[in-house]
């Protein structure tokens, strides 16, 4: 079983979706192995038809697009500790939710700092790829900071409401939706130096929690805290 | 079995949660004698320990609270087909969701139908606890009608995306997750007379599914449509 990631400077992983299923095969207990991919080298990607990552190969599988890996691991390992616990349909809600609401702010806050851990020679592309689809340039996504972090602070409403009540999203133990959200907070800490919530946030608690999971393995990623 | 109910003129039932409560209740095939309440006689409410509606009496049980009475209808009736799918955890994210995005943005677009269907002698009491929790009269939410339909349609976005790939927020069957947004959408119904959404959209295909359930339990509800 192989990973396709992609890999910044010093090998940082800083794709919230990559994280996503990093944390769905823990969850499975699977341990592929993983393939760095840059921005320059996308073209190791055509096999699977597409040139985004994540991509798992499994035998003759190939699979792109983190939900659709969340789903194909819970039906071929579905052995193993259930990632939905049999309520696809309510999660793909909370993926919709963290792609469009949580990770629409987040991009706002991670850019700047996404940029600074690119290699050198892709940092042209990645500045005027963001140019192309948002008419902003780095430097306007860093004066943005402060409206970046209120604004993803306020997004996280309904995730700080539900973790008042229960430790996880998914509610005593973790789950696919706290892997999909918590994807949107390794890409923060990976690229993003300040404090992204304040102190006595649920949230806060909850992504101390997640870190630990699976021996460290959002917690021990080369992060900027 | 009871369920009360906060009840307007004509015996409209105008109240979000009150409705999820009663898709909760079809799912599980139970029809409860619905006691009407009105917001001056709030003091029949006493006995439930707190003054809102829903308050469902089953027996000995008396449960108020939209989220609590599903939950206490899941474990009770754990016999009739399940409103979480063994995924309460995700469903109270939905139900947190709903709450702060949907129904904050349906506040405002649903206040002046809602006083305008306010039995008269009532009328002074909803103006005047509207202002109080806002700084805005009646009037004042009326002027805000083009605001609050196009931030009801934003808040929707996740919605329309996880329709536009299954036909319930739940999946391929209807459940909690979609009742509870449903419940905002019953309030939309029997207080505003415009048209919440566009054509095309696909949450407005879901509505229309919605409203054809058990009978056409909402369908055939007073309404302004």
């Keep these: 079983m192989k990973l396709y990631e992609l890999s910044l400077s010093q090998g940082r992983t800083v794709s919230p979706f990559v994280w ?20 320059h080298d996308k073209d190791q990607l055509a096999f699977s038809g597409q040139d985004r990552v994540p991509v798992l190969v499994d035998g003759d599988e190939v699979i792109s697009d983190s939900w659709k890996i969340a789903c194909y691991l819970e039906d071929a390992y579905s052995f193993a500790p259930s990632l939905f616990e049999g309520a696809q349909g309510t999660a793909l809600m909370i993926n919709k939710w963290a792609d469009h609401v949580q990770l629409g702010a987040m991009f706002l806050l991670c850019s700047p700092g996404t940029y600074d851990v690119t290699q050198d020679e892709d940092k042209p592309y990645f500045a005027q790829s963001r140019y192309e689809w948002t008419g902003k340039t780095i430097d306007d996504f860093r004066a943005m900071e402060d409206e970046a972090l209120k604004r993803t602070r306020s997004a996280l409403e309904p995730i700080r409401q539900t973790l008042a009540e229960q430790p996880f999203i998914a509610g005593d133990a973790p789950a696919f939706a706290d892997y999909c959200v918590m994807g949107g907070f390794m890409w923060a800490r990976t690229t993003y130096a300040g404090q992204v919530l304040e102190d006595g946030d649920p949230v806060e608690d909850w992504r101390q929690r997640m870190l630990d999971l699976f021996e460290g393995l959002g917690r021990n990623a080369l992060s900027m805290e």
């Design 20 to 39: 996503r299923t990093r944390f769905c095969l823990a969850h499975k207990g699977l341990n592929p192995e993983r393939v760095p991919i840059s921005y």
